[in-house]
């Protein structure tokens, strides 16, 4: 296995996870209730690690309240990956969380630069419109921008306040120790994520209440530090965060998907055009390098990532192993494989592109 790296800013190689499960003390996600293998996403155990997630079971089956808290970062087009965090979302929502999703226009701005008014435009046009064409529903969900968080002064101070009470239960060691390299700018949104995933807990919000955030293993320090600092502070008496951990989508050539490389990704408003140029073009092949020789050993559907794709559309199990059974005997080819996933995704896109442009009308409802 190639070296990797995972951190909340940069995740590139082949990454280990089992490695990652050991390096940041996670546990690999067991046996799930029966309601799970309606997902697909844990049905395939895309999600496969956790920390604390046995409460949310636990409330899940009682049929008890409970928070799934999530945010976005509004930078970049909207592609696949972003939609398989989406998808979990919704999940949860139809399992009966409250959702709270904080738009993150403070960290683009300490971390990129990116102004509020660029970050609230692309917020809306690319993530919240997306969200609410895959199924987002405006009831029980609560979607605000960490440079507004409420009009509602008592619940806004509450949330600022617990942004700058954190900052006095974490050192300036502990986050170079958590981060490696660390700015004031980082410092700063490393705070405001942890007042993201702790405030809903505060009475002015849910009071006490389980919480859960679904996660890509590099946002795990962030998890880290927020769970640290949420034991220290004392006066709030914080319920601990739990947490969920998902595979990270591919890009086309290799590594994690990623909005600023153009040409690792498939967009949710790309048409069928680019889809098939992008696919055939930049998707990496597990295939052989002559027909013949892919017909006698077979390609490595474990490496291709048109098949790695699949996994994530393709909802009939059956017809996937044998898609992964045809590939890796050689019955089918690269090219053909390819072809599926084009059709699988363009029929996807279409639909989806529809359900985007009713959903400009529903906006009011969720802002």
Known sequence: MAQFVVTPWDVKGDIDYDKLIK????????????????????????????????????????????VMMTGLMPSGKFHIGHAILAQQMIYYQKLGAKLYIAIADIEVLLARG??????????????LLNYIALGLKPENCEIYFQSERSQDATKANAYYRLQNTLANHATFNEFKAVYGEITPGKMMASLLQAADMLHPMLPEFEGPIPVVVPVGTDQDPHLRLARDMAKRA??????????????????????????????????????????????????????????????????????????????????????????????????????????????????????????????????????
């Open 23 to 66: 390096e940041f003390g996670l546990s690999p996600l067991g046996p799930l209730p029966d309601v799970f293998t309606e997902n697909l996403l844990f049905r395939r155990r895309k999600v496969f690690a956790h920390r604390d997630f046995p409460k949310i079971l636990m409330r899940i089956k009682d049929k008890k309240p409970f």
């Open 114 to 127: 990116q102004s509020l008014e660029e970050s609230r435009k692309v917020a809306v046009e690319e993530y």
């Open 234 to 367: 004392k006066a709030y008496k914080f319920d601990t965060l739990a947490s969920t951990y998902h595979l990270f989508v591919p890009g086309l050539g290799s590594g994690k998907m990623s909005s600023s490389e153009k040409n690792s990704y498939i967009a949710l408003t790309d048409d069928p055009k680019t889809v098939k140029k992008k696919v055939n073009k930049y998707a990496f092949s597990g295939g052989k390098d002559t027909v013949e020789e892919h017909r006698e050993k077979g390609g490595d559907p474990d490496v291709d990532v048109a098949y790695q794709y699949l996994t994530f559309f393709e909802e009939d199990d059956d017809k996937l192993e044998q898609l992964y059974q045809d590939y890796k005997t050689g019955k089918l080819l690269s090219g053909e494989l390819k072809a599926i996933l084009i059709k699988k995704l363009n029929a996807f896109l279409a639909e989806h592109q529809k359900k985007r442009t009713a959903a400009k009308k529903q906006l009011k409802k969720y802002l």
